[in-house]
């Protein structure tokens, strides 16, 4: 769990700054924040099928 709560810390920390000043980024912006997203998308989802959210 701590791993994932890494993961979603460093989410925030990206994520707050890009949107906050999105008007003045650019199409560039856009698309890499779009990245970003789906490479921790599929990591969450990669974590979960292998079970790693599982409470034991």
Request: net charge neutral.
């Amino acid at each position: 769990y701590a791993l994932m709560l890494i993961v979603m810390d460093v989410l925030a920390v990206f994520l707050y700054p890009w949107a906050a000043g999105l008007g003045d980024l650019g199409v560039g912006a856009f698309f890499m924040m779009v990245f970003f997203l789906f490479i921790v998308t599929v990591g969450y989802f990669y974590a979960w099928k292998k079970g790693a959210l599982q409470w034991q």
